[in-house]
């Protein structure tokens, strides 16, 4: 035995794992002792043993397994950490003790199972016996199910979850064993005990003999209720009461409630297993329900009886198989498939049960008109169908369908309509048969018994009486009041028949079933159906005398505390109980008054009352007034009274003051009397005819408040303001609506007819007198505290003028919340019911508007053909079937909620491929909700919910649509219908990240402002726990935060109770995360809370916010007397913005708090902030420096604070809740003005408060966090205030976090501050901070980091980069490789920037790149096209000193015309250019001047800013002529510096290759030509602008159009701001005109290439660009300059007949606008250079010889070509041959001799030889006869003689002896004067020197300097060759004299001798090139040729002496005088360096 010892001395735990059997059963016996001894069931010992208790169990040796089983079952009893071991312990005893042979084991092993069931391990424990009915051997299988009766047996059906037994049970039965089939039987008796006939269905296939058995043994159950005999651990409370029922020896009725909820709790259809059967559905199904032969319809319908035969069916998409059933049973012609379509209709709706309700809206209608059949059997499969759908769906859904069949003309649809209803009511209760479904109900069914047809009658009988019975009289008789007593008895008669569905207790299972608690407190039509009610019965204006006192609003509310159980309300109704009912009084007449009136007035005021003496009138009045005010209300007759008083005079009296006496009479009366309407009517005429008079209008107005009072204010605002507008006084009308506002906010707002309102309101707001405006537009402010902002809605199309006025009213509405009513209440309600019935009154009425607005029906529009354009294939067609509903929705503006087949169609857009489709849709749906309002609720399951789906979208744009519209929907239909039914959890449960926290997101913003929730909330909760442990940080998130919203509504012990089912890990996670929720938990809102915090128009956050304030303290307050309760109500009005001022009215030791906020907000502590740096230095607090803030830090934070932060504020600052937050932000920026100080000493900590903020979740906070930022940086920046080290490292790192975000504003926002943080922090030291962000994980914060970074460097030049630029760019260039595409692009355009500022350098400092890299940047800065420019701007700024140091280059401080035309580009670039890299000599002075202006850089000193002009005026000759034409800018000093740069930067914009930056660029200069006095500072720029846009439009013809990934919408833009700021450029001829050849053809060609492109058809705006196109080409022809667009064109159409690959269509298209330009020649003829036009043709001609050009395919170009000249000769004649001047070799074309034919031809035609001809003829034969000569010569000499044609005659004698040498002109000369024979000689002389010079001028880049008009025609033309060599010699002074003449004469200086001139053409000043250089060139070159046109032109500006030319700013020598004016400049600078010094 020595091993005995060994394990003797061994401890009890380890004797249990012995390896001896004996060691093992004495370690057991042990246990048992030692588990039964410790008192402690939490005590460590427990612990020892988790691991053991398995094998306690499962012991392989018999006897010892028994010890041990005893010793589990001490150890699951009696410790605590039992249930960690439930699932092993459990497994083990079903496999190895269940199969044991001893009875004691197996029992024990049942025991065990039962206590784990104890400690609330039931699920487990089932689950593992569950899986023992799996087990192969019969004994474990018969152990097990003995142990599921046993549990059941003890437990009950509540703890023990019957579902996952009832699936088993049909196998169990079938086993081969008897034992089992037996233990089976015993078990399905069990389970009927407590479910009884809803476990039928489940077991209807078992074998039939043992069915009956069970049928059998079922019979003789007992029909008691079994009741639960054993209980949970948490049921010790229930088990005491039962033990001490069992005491009594009763069964008393405390456990009844226990067992009601049980008995209802199990459902048949839940026991059973889903089927799907859409798969199952007949491949042809469709095909052969819509087939011809009915036989194959009904084999269709016959296979969907079949399948829905199911009683439960899978859900799924059953919307076309309703759709087809619904066509069956509307259309079908054979009744027999009518009645199976509805069979099958009625399975669905059975086997779909709620999943079904989606469709009832669509089926119901259909059923109704269906009833017009006679055959029964269609009739009652009628009945069963539409019946069985009503269970699916509520009564309020449906109700509008049935109300529209009610009125239908056939009997037999009327009559089973009402049966309908009436069988429908019977599953009603009180809270689903609200007043408000009661009133349309009763009104139509009263009609229905009044009916000529017997059997409608019965029925609507019927259905009154079922209504009776369900709602109760209280509620129906109202509606009865006009029923004879007959008919009345009949209804009750009925209603004492009927059997309801519920029994009697309408309070009872059914309110459960709606999941609605009862509470005492509040009134037993909990939740909406309540609100309805009063809204309704306020809102439906019916037939006046029936519905008056509903409408009133008040026996609604008086009702209502008689209903609810705890306060009775109905006894005390005051003093004015019976007035409410009888309302009118009968008319009494004359005489009867008189004698009533003689009762109780003494004799001598009757005789008195028509005296004519005013004063004994006015005694009368006295002794009238003393009787009335001692009478008693019961004998005070009033209309007798009021007649009285209207009697003669009347309200005629002429004497004010018995006028005003009898005005306080009427008054008196109404408030003593028991006043009527009838008495009311007698007298509110006079009332409003005084109402306007200045003495007696008070007391009328006060009189009518007093009726007011007595018969309800909407009765009485009707009929006052009726009268005022029927009457012309408008100061009536004024002051009668004056009296309404004030009424109103007295009365409050109930029951008033807002429609009557309005229309009056409109004729006011249309009266001529403006006081009657005026008073309308304040009434309206009124209303709209009440009714919110949908009463706009009825006022869109005022005038503009009145609606801003409307709309500057509601502004100043807008934030207060409405008074409290404080008349009109008092009387009817006393109890504490009342403040219900007011809360609700309040929070309905905003939809009063809805209901009121007249809505349409576009069912009709809703054509089978729309709805298949949107499920077209094509996108396009799709789209356009999208723009149709949009179009009817907006058309129709409200509708009303029958909208046909559009449902599904639109649901099926939301998952459409294509995004904008989704968007699209998704703002439809938002449309349709506020189009449809409230009764959008319909369509919220199946349209609604897919919604939710597309939360998930991976694109944030579509996320947010989705949400946006999702809360638009949730306004108008609550949250009731969403959180109802499993769908959101269904969508929860998809595990999609972004679904989960948007969804989450939503339900946490919801749901706190929700009094009551729908059960099925609870199936969400299993997902969110899931959602707690998400692998996305987001998702995470956001399950926390809506935890405590969940717990709000649930409850913590539902939601505890919920984590059962997770992983113990998981479970113990989740319920720490309960724990802390629960914390923070906040109070359900109160319903008094609501009155106070409503908000108009508020979303539900609003509403909440007081709620929160107002719960702690109601509990206590509610039952207190009324005057508290006004208080509270006060004091939540009075809260704007200060929720928590609610709490300080209501309980008292707060009120000191009240003073504490009239103080400051910021205390300022001396030299706080000095010492908390010092603190922070010395590392005696935490360095604000982490990642997520930990506690530590905010306690930190808080405890800085407290010294000099309010205590209030602080309370918000840190409370748990956002909402409070947001409190303390508005705080904070309301009282930011006025404590700027304290602000600055608080700086710090603000700051640091709000980088918590950035932590948060909660968009809201963020924003507002960001506003106050904005304004904050703003105020420092006044303030001249700069941040200090410390404050910035511990605000910017975590505000750039945010620049990362998702959402666009807040993004947008943070750029906002970042761009203000560098006024007050030197943006030097922001760069390491930003480039720090561009580390960042989240690339849309590296993206928008690498922007920024940009941004500082354009805007303050290279010294921002830190440490070093070379450092900062490499880190840069680094992010050209990045994954992310946003990355890439933002890094690329930031290096672009900086080589914009610093030029190649940059390739320098950026070092190594990959080569994909350096491709990527080279390619983008290529595109950028453009100089580098000069850096450094704003380094002024840059300083971090207090003082603000003005330079000269901080030219944005200066608001001169030129910021104002580019202030966007001001404010971030001030371009200048860069002189070094720019190569152009004579562009030398203006950039040196540049140089120093940007100076500063290297001369560091103050000095005040330079002004460029007033150089220019230093040296200027001080008499400049005045110009007459062109004023010239005031600030033309700021033009000079920056508007050229500025529009060089935004043209070189316009090229690049990034859509939007093109865009803007386009949008800034189209805003620049857009405004008259800006426009001019485009001239010069012009060809450049039309460069860039036709490479544009290039970039897009080549690359864009052919990216697929680009948006093609991007690409139509682009094209639209192209094409618009083309037309604008063109419409300003000025500028048009500066347009060159080359430019314009080069645009041409864009233009019609364009044109031809048929990929832009295909865009679906394509047609639209195309026609802008075609405007855009005439106004091209129209406007620009005719020679060049001319000369353009011919070259464009050469080019096109030479290109082979260009399409025929261009060269059409071309001769097209040819044919235009030959059109217009007549106007322009004057005004075109016919010498250049001809040298093209001459070209022209040359290329395409008439040979050549017959060849062509087409013979358009050889008659364009034609036509062009011969239009020419038509119009210039013989002249035309004069202008042959410029071709050179006139042999080489065909041109002279076909001009000489057509003059030829011409002048056969006239016949007529006039001189003109004979000159012609001249010309062609060479050999002229002699007589011919001497005239011409004579024609010659005549014109040199006449003063106009001078100089015309000269040259063509000069060119007539060049041709004719031998022509003798001496015989003319000889007779003319000495004077006139020299003149000639001279002339000549003249012609020929310049002719020899022609050509001779130096254009180094081949631009010919030619001009027209000039003193003698030979010079105008100054060819250059078309190749351009030139070869030079000086020109004459003549030609620059004449240039001179023609420049002063352009801008307007007077020449002294004025000579007629041809008009003259902007060619002057814009040298072209006759040869156009080809599309293919190069921009470098044009450039450099813009640059130089330029520059002579502005060389002709200095010969002219005009400076200020036009809107060109720089002013340049001209080459001639270059070497002169490099010295005067470099005299000039000399004198700017020594003034510097």
């Known amino acids: 035995m020595g091993d005995d010892s060994e394990w003797m001395k061994l401890p009890i735990d380890q004797k249990c794992e012995h390896k001896l059997w004996k060691a093992r059963l004495n370690g057991y016996e042990e246990a048992l002792k030692l588990f039964q001894k410790i008192d402690d069931e939490k005590s460590p010992e427990w612990s020892k043993y988790l691991g053991l208790i398995k094998k306690f169990v499962t012991d392989s040796n018999a006897v010892a397994q028994l010890k041990g089983l005893e010793a589990a079952l001490a150890y699951v009893e009696n410790a605590h950490v039992a249930g960690k071991t439930t699932g092993e312990v459990a497994s083990g005893v079903v496999n190895k003790v269940f199969n044991q042979p001893k009875a004691r084991a197996k029992e024990l092993g049942e025991d065990i199972c039962l206590m784990y069931i104890e400690i609330e391990k039931g699920e487990a424990v089932q689950e593992e016996l569950l899986k023992g009915l799996d087990n192969k051997n019969p004994k474990i299988i018969v152990a097990c199910i003995e142990t599921l009766r046993k549990a059941l047996s003890e437990f009950g059906s509540k703890i023990i979850s019957l579902k996952p037994i009832i699936k088993v049970l049909p196998k169990l039965f079938e086993s081969r064993e008897k034992a089992v089939r037996d233990e089976a039987k015993l078990l399905a008796v069990e389970i009927y005990r407590w479910i009884r006939d809803a476990l039928r269905p489940p077991l209807q296939n078992i074998n039939s003999v043992q069915l009956k058995e069970l049928e059998e043994e079922w019979i003789k159950v007992s029909s008691a209720a079994p009741k639960q005999t054993r209980f949970l651990r948490s049921q010790q409370e229930l088990k005491a009461k039962f033990e001490q029922q069992q005491g009594l020896g009763g069964d008393a009725d405390g456990g009844d409630d226990d067992e009601e909820e049980v008995v209802p709790q199990v459902d048949a259809y839940e026991l059973l297993e889903a089927v799907e ?43 076309d198989l309703v759709k087809a059933l619904k066509k069956v049973v509307g259309k079908d012609t ?447 402010g009124v209303m709209y505290l009440y009714v919110g902002p949908s009463l706009r809605m009825f006022f869109e199309d005022e005038k503009p003028a009145l609606l801003s006025q409307i709309d500057a009213e509601f502004e100043k509405m807008q934030g207060q919340t409405a008074p409290a009513p404080t008349r009109g209440i008092s009387r009817h309600n006393v109890g504490g019911g009342g403040d219900d019935g007011e809360e609700e009154e309040q929070e309905e009425v905003g939809n009063d508007v809805v209901d009121l607005l007249p809505r349409t029906d576009i069912g009709d529009k809703i054509t089978a053909e729309l709805v298949s354009k949107i499920g077209d294939k094509n996108w396009k067609i799709r789209k356009e079937g999208l723009d149709e509903v949009t179009s009817i929705i907006n058309e129709a503006k409200f509708i ?152 709000m509504h649930l409850g913590f012990e539902k939601m505890a109770k919920a984590t059962g089912k997770l992983k113990p890990t998981s479970k113990d996670q989740v319920l720490a995360m309960l724990e802390k929720a629960k914390a923070n938990m906040p109070a359900k809102p109160a319903p008094l809370a609501k009155t106070s915090s409503r908000v108009v128009g508020g979303a539900a956050p609003a509403k909440f916010q007081p709620a929160s304030a107002f719960a702690d303290d109601l509990g206590s307050n509610t039952m207190e007397p009324k005057p508290d309760l006004k208080k509270a109500k006060a004091g939540g009005l009075s809260s704007k913005t200060k929720g928590v001022q609610g709490k300080k009215v209501l309980s008292k030791p707060n009120l000191k708090e009240d003073d504490d906020k009239s103080g400051p907000i910021f205390i300022i502590v001396p030299n706080g902030k000095e010492q908390r740096m010092k603190e922070e230095k010395a590392l005696k607090v935490l360095k604000w420096n982490f990642t997520t803030p930990r506690d530590e830090y905010i306690e930190q934070l808080k405890t800085q604070m407290s010294t000099c932060v309010a205590k209030w504020l602080q309370d918000e600052m840190f409370h748990a809740d956002f909402q409070h937050h947001n409190k303390a932000l508005t705080v904070m920026i309301e009282h930011l003005e006025s404590e700027k100080d304290g602000v600055i000493s608080c700086l710090d900590l603000i700051l640091k408060w709000l980088t918590l903020r950035f932590f948060d979740t909660n968009t809201s906070v963020l924003m507002k966090a960001l506003e106050y930022l904005k304004l904050l940086f703003n105020l420092l920046n006044q303030e001249e205030y700069h941040l200090t080290e410390n404050e910035a490292s511990s605000f910017i790192p975590y505000l750039i976090l945010k620049v990362g975000e998702p959402k666009d504003v807040i993004r947008k926002d943070v750029r906002a501050i970042l761009n203000r943080m560098c006024r007050i922090y030197p943006a030097s030291k922001m760069f390491p901070f930003i480039m720090e962000g561009t580390k960042s994980k989240n690339s849309k914060q590296r993206a928008e980091c690498l922007e920024e970074l940009g941004c500082l460097v354009e805007s303050y030049g290279m010294n921002v980069c ?41 390739f320098k400092l950026i070092g190594n790149l990959s080569e994909k890299d350096m491709s990527m940047l080279e390619e983008r800065i290529k595109r950028s096209a453009k100089r580098p420019t000069s850096a450094p701007v704003r380094q002024a700024e840059e300083k971090p000193q207090r003082t603000q140091n003005i330079s000269a280059n901080t030219s944005m401080m200066r608001k001169g015309q030129a910021e104002d035309m580019s202030s966007k580009l001001n404010q971030n670039r001030n371009m200048g250019s860069h002189s070094e890299t720019t190569h152009t000599v004579p562009r030398e002075f203006q950039l040196d001047l540049d140089e120093i202006e940007n100076d500063n850089g290297t001369v560091r000193c103050e000095m005040p800013a330079l002004v460029q002009h007033k150089l220019d005026d230093i040296f200027e000759p001080v008499l400049i002529p005045e110009p007459k034409i062109r004023a010239v ?75 697929e990934k680009l948006d093609k919408d991007e690409i139509v833009r682009l094209y ?105 020649l007549p106007e322009t003829i004057n005004s075109i250079n016919l010498d250049r036009i001809l040298l093209d043709i001459h070209i022209f001609m040359k290329v395409f010889p008439k040979e050549k050009l017959k060849q062509c395919k087409s013979e358009f170009p050889i008659r364009t070509l034609k036509t062009l000249l011969h239009t020419l000769c038509k119009l210039k004649g013989p002249k035309i041959l ?159 004299l004449e240039r001179l003449k023609i420049l002063r004469q352009r801008c307007g200086l007077d020449n002294a001798k004025q000579e007629d001139r041809p008009p003259l053409t902007s060619l002057l000043s814009k040298p072209t090139l006759p040869t156009v250089a080809s599309s293919t060139d190069m921009l470098h070159s044009k450039l450099s040729q813009l640059r130089e046109s330029r520059e002579q032109y502005q060389h002709l500006d200095l010969d002219s002496n005009q400076t200020h030319s036009s809107g060109i700013g720089t002013t340049l020598a001209s080459p001639s005088s270059a070497a002169a004016n490099i010295d005067d400049l470099k005299k000039r600078l000399e004198r700017i360096k020594s003034s510097r010094k």
């Not at 897919?946 to 999702?966: E, F, Y």
């Not at 070093?1364 to 992310?1380: Q, S, V």
């Not at 005109?1633 to 364009?1650: C, F, N, P, Q, Y």
């Not at 075609?1670 to 064109?1689: F, H, Y």
């Open 1529 to 1603: 800018s005031p600030h033309f000093d700021d033009m000079h510096s920056n508007t050229a740069s500025t529009i060089n930067f935004v043209i070189s914009q316009v090229a690049s290759g990034d859509i939007n930056t093109s865009i803007q660029a386009l949008t800034q200069i189209d805003e620049v030509l857009k405004q008259e006095d800006k426009a001019e500072a485009m001239s010069g720029h012009i060809d450049q602008f039309l460069i860039a846009t036709f490479m544009q439009l290039r970039l897009i013809y080549n690359t864009h159009m052919a990216d």
């Open 896 to 1047: 009303q909620p029958n909208i046909g087949e559009l449902p599904a169609a639109l649901k099926g857009r939301l998952n459409d491929s294509n995004k904008i489709l989704v968007q699209q849709t998704l703002s439809i749906l938002q449309q349709l909700a506020t189009a449809m309002g409230p009764n959008i609720k319909q369509y919220v399951k199946n349209l609604g919910i897919p919604v939710i789906t597309v939360l998930g979208d991976s694109k944030n744009n579509v996320r947010a649509a989705a949400l946006a519209t999702v809360n638009a929907w949730a306004e108008q239909t609550g949250m009731k219908e969403w959180l109802e039914g499993e769908d959101l959890s269904e969508e929860l449960k998809k595990e999609n990240p972004f679904l989960r926290q948007e969804l989450l997101g939503w339900l946490a913003e919801k749901l706190p402002a929700l009094r009551s929730v729908p059960s099925d909330l609870l199936l969400c909760v299993p997902h969110l726990y899931s959602c707690l442990e998400d692998r996305n940080g987001d998702v995470r998130k956001k399950a926390q935060d809506a935890l405590p919203f969940f717990m």
């Open 1616 to 1720: 639209s701001c192209i094409i618009g700021s083309m037309i604008t450029l063109f419409q300003i001829e000025s500028l048009a005109r500066e347009a060159s050849t080359g430019v314009l053809k080069d645009l041409m060609h864009g233009l019609i290439t364009l044109m031809l492109d048929s990929r832009v058809e295909d865009l679906e705006e394509g047609e639209q660009v195309i026609r802008s196109v075609n405007l855009l080409v005439v106004k091209v022809l129209e406007k620009s300059d005719q020679t060049n667009i001319l000369s353009a064109l011919l070259v464009l159409l050469q080019d096109s007949l030479l290109a082979t690959a260009s399409s025929p269509k261009f060269a059409e298209l071309v001769m097209k606008c040819l044919w235009r330009m030959v059109r217009l």
């Open 1778 to 1936: 004069d202008h042959l001047t410029m071709i050179d070799n006139k042999n080489e074309s065909e041109l002279e001799a076909h001009l000489c034919r057509v003059m030829k031809h011409a002048m056969d035609q006239t016949g007529k030889a006039d001189k003109d001809t004979e000159k012609g003829a001249s010309r062609i034969e060479e050999k002229a006869s002699k007589a011919k000569v001497n005239d011409i010569l004579a024609e010659i000499f005549k014109k040199i003689g006449s003063k106009e044609n001078t100089k015309e005659g000269l040259a063509e004698l000069y060119e007539y002896k060049k041709k004719y040498s031998d022509a003798d002109i001496e015989p003319f000369l000889k007779n003319s004067s000495q004077f006139f024979q020299s003149y000639v000689e001279r002339g000549l002389r003249l012609i020929e020197t310049e002719r020899e010079g022609k050509g001779r001028i130096a254009t180094s880049t081949g631009i010919s300097t030619q001009m027209e008009g000039t003193c003698v025609p030979a010079s105008t033309h100054t060819v250059s060759s078309c190749i351009g060599n030139t070869n030079g010699e000086e020109v004459g002074p003549s030609v620059y």
């Open 1362 to 1402: 830190q440490p070093t630029p070379g450092k900062a760019l490499k880190e840069m260039a680094t992010h050209i490789g990045d994954r992310d595409n946003a990355v890439r692009n933002a890094a690329l355009n930031t290096i672009v920037t900086v080589y914009n500022v610093h030029g190649d350098q940059v």
């Open 277 to 319: 059967i859409l798969s199952k559905l007949p491949k042809d199904f469709y095909e052969k329900i819509e087939a011809k032969k009915w036989q194959e319809r009904k084999e269709a319908l016959e296979a969907v009886e079949l399948l829905v035969k199911n009683p439960k069916l899978e859900s799924g998409d059953y919307a």
């Open 334 to 780: 054979n009744v027999m498939l009518v009645a199976l379509a509805a069979k099958c209709l009625a399975g669905l709706a059975t086997g779909l049960r709620k999943k079904f309700g989606q469709y009832a809206g669509h089926v119901v209608p259909t059923i109704l008109e269906k009833f017009k059949e006679k055959k029964p059997q269609v009739v009652q499969a009628l009945q069963e169908a539409i019946d069985a759908i009503f269970l699916t769906t509520t009564l309020q859904n449906i109700s509008e369908d049935i109300l529209a069949v009610m009125d239908n003309k056939n009997p037999t649809i009327k009559q089973q309509t009402s049966l309908f209803i009436a069988r429908s009511f019977r599953h009603c209760t009180p809270s689903t048969l609200p007043k408000s479904l009661l009133k349309p109900f009763c009104a139509a069914l009263l009609k229905h018994i009044n009916d000529s047809a017997p059997e409608v009658r019965d029925a609507g009988f019927e259905a009154l009486g079922t209504a009776l019975k369900v709602a109760g009289e209280k509620a129906v008789n109202p509606f009865l009041a006009d029923v004879d007593k007959l008919k009345l008895d009949r209804i009750k008669e009925c209603a004492e028949k009927v059997e309801l569905v519920y029994g009697k207790k309408p309070g009872g299972p059914a309110e459960k079933k709606e999941g609605k608690p009862i509470t005492g407190k509040t009134a037993a039509l909990p939740g909406p159906a309540g609100d309805k009610e009063t809204k309704d019965a306020a809102t439906r204006p019916g037939p006046l005398k029936k519905t008056s006192a509903v409408k009133a609003g008040v026996p609604p509310k008086k009702g209502k505390p008689a209903t609810s159980a705890g306060t009775g309300g109905t006894g005390t109704k005051g003093k004015k109980g019976p007035e409410t009912k009888e309302i009118f009084e009968s008319e009494l007449s004359i005489e009867v008054c008189e004698e009533k009136a003689a009762a109780v007035l003494p004799a001598s005021c009757i005789q008195q009352l028509d005296s004519g003496n005013w004063k004994e009138r006015l005694a009368c009045m006295e002794e009238f007034q003393k009787a009335v005010e001692l009478m008693e209300r019961s004998e005070m007759p009033c209309q007798a009274l009021v007649r009285m008083l209207a009697k003669k005079p009347g309200w005629k009296e002429t004497n004010f003051q018995v006028m005003q006496m009898k005005l306080h009479i009427v008054a008196l009366i109404a408030q003593k009397g028991n006043f009527s309407k009838t008495s009311a009517q007698v007298v509110l005429d006079g009332l409003v005819d005084k109402v306007g008079d200045v003495k007696c209008g008070t007391n009328a107005k006060e009189a009518m408040t007093a009726i007011a009072e007595a018969c309800q204010l909407p009765w009485t605002a009707e009929q006052v303001v009726a009268m005022a507008f029927s009457q012309k006084n408008p100061k009536n009308q004024s002051e009668t609506l004056n009296w309404l506002s004030n009424a109103i906010k007295e009365f409050g707002f109930s029951g008033l007819n807002v429609k009557a309102f309005i229309s009056n309101v409109k004729t006011a707001l249309a009266a001529t007198n403006p006081a009657v405006r005026t008073s309308a537009i304040t009434l309206l």
